[in-house]
Nanobody, 111 residues
Framework: QVRLVESGGGLVQTGESLRLSCAIS????????VMWYRHAPGKQREWLAA???????TTADSVKGRFTISRDDARNMGYLQMNNLNPEDTAAYYC?????WGQGIQVTVSS
């Protein structure tokens, strides 16, 4: 059974940082593309970043330079480092591996 569990969200102030983690079981993070998305109220779900098994990284222009995706093959974890957060980053954040999604984690940025 495949399971993805996000952690590391919370309430921060503008300009602060958070690192989201995605604990993966049932699939190898090193053999599949890991992706991060977010969904803010009243907006469409937004793709943020992806890292392929070869380590190739792509990042959405909207967060490029502030968000960095990574993974730890030994721990079978995915990560999203988010720097210089602002209120527009407030959303539920999700990790995805193939067609499997985590339950999401809330990030709230206060002004």
């Amino acid at each position: 059974q495949v399971r993805l569990v996000e952690s590391g969200g919370g309430l921060v102030q503008t300009g602060e940082s958070l690192r989201l983690s995605c604990a993966i079981s049932g699939l190898s993070v090193g053999e599949n593309t890991v992706m991060w998305y977010r969904h803010a109220p009243g907006k469409q779900r937004e793709w943020l970043a992806a890292i392929t098994p070869s380590g190739s990284i792509t990042t959405a222009d909207s967060v490029k330079g502030r968000f960095t995706i990574s993974r730890d093959d030994a721990r079978n974890m995915g990560y999203l480092q988010m720097n210089n957060l602002n209120p527009e980053d407030t959303a539920a954040y999700y990790c995805r591996l193939n067609n499997h999604w985590g339950q999401g984690i809330q990030v709230t940025v206060s002004s």
